[in-house]
C-alpha cells in the first residue's frame, strides 16, 4: 500500500460561520454560549462533508477515495490532532480552509496492517489565518478471532477537575446530526455490535476532545486556548459512564477521559496563552 503520490494533494473549501449550528452544539453540550465568537474545537461544525447518498459505503462513511488515499483497510479513526489557535473566528465570518495530505505511513504490527494519514488543515477569514490543524486518520483491519488485545493504561489518579459524562444515544445521535457524520457505529446499535464487533455505540473521538476542552472552559472561564493536541488511546462505549478529567499546571493543562474502569480513553494537552 504505497500512497506517497498523495503527499501534497490540497483542497481548499469554503464556508459561512452561520450561528445556528454554535447554539445546536451549546444545547447539546447544555451550554449557555453566546454565539458571536466560535469556541475552540467548534469549527468542527464547518466544512462538514457533503456526499451523496449513493457515494457512501455500508459503514455510512463515504467510499474510498476523492482527496483521501483510497486504502483499502475497512476500519477508519480520527485517531488525534494538533491545533494552534492564531486569531478568533466570530458568526458571520466566511472562512476558507485549505487541507494538505502532509504524510502517508504504513505499517505492519500485531494488530496487523495500519495507514497513518496527516492531513494539515488551514482555516483562514477576511482577516487572515484564524487556526492551524493537522489531523492524524487511522486506517486498520478489521479484528479477527484470537487477535492479542493490547492492555489498557491506568488513567493518572490526581485530576483536580472531573465530570462525570453519560454518552446516552441522544448525545451521540445529535453530535452526528451536527457534524454531517454518518458513520453507523455512533448511531446504529445492531450495526455496530452485529457487524463491527463493538459491545456498544462508540463516542465520537472529536465529541470527547470537545467534552475535554469543554472542562476547562468550565473551570477556566476566562482562559484563552493557544494550542491544543490530544491523542486517542482507546474507544469509549455508550455502555457506562465516563470522566472527562484534568490537572493544571500553571499555563498548561493536562486533560485525559477516562472510562468507567478507570482506562486511559484520550490523553491531551491545553496550552493557555
Known sequence: MDFNDWVGRSETQHDTITPAPLRALAATLDRDDSDALVPPLWHWLY???MHRHS???EDGHAKRGGFLPPVPLPRRMWAGGRLQWHAPLKAGDAVTRT????????????????VFVVVRHEVANQRGLALTEEHDIVYREAPRAGDPQPAPTAAPKDALWQRR???DPVLLFRYSALTFNGHRIHYDH?????????????VHGPLIATLLVDLLR????????????????RPIFDTAPFFVCGQPEGNTVQLWAQDADGHLCMQATAELS
Open 47 to 49: 466544512f462538514l462533508p
Open 99 to 114: 487541507s494538505t495530505i502532509a504524510s502517508v505511513q504504513h505499517k505492519s504490527g500485531r494488530s496487523g496492517e495500519l
Open 190 to 202: 445492531p450495526y455496530v455490535t452485529q457487524v463491527e464487533g463493538y459491545p456498544g455505540l462508540v
Open 55 to 57: 457515494e457512501l459505503g
Open 165 to 167: 459524562i453519560v454518552p
Open 218 to 233: 468550565r473551570e477556566r472561564p476566562d482562559a484563552r486556548l493557544a494550542k491544543f493536541s490530544f491523542r486517542a488511546v
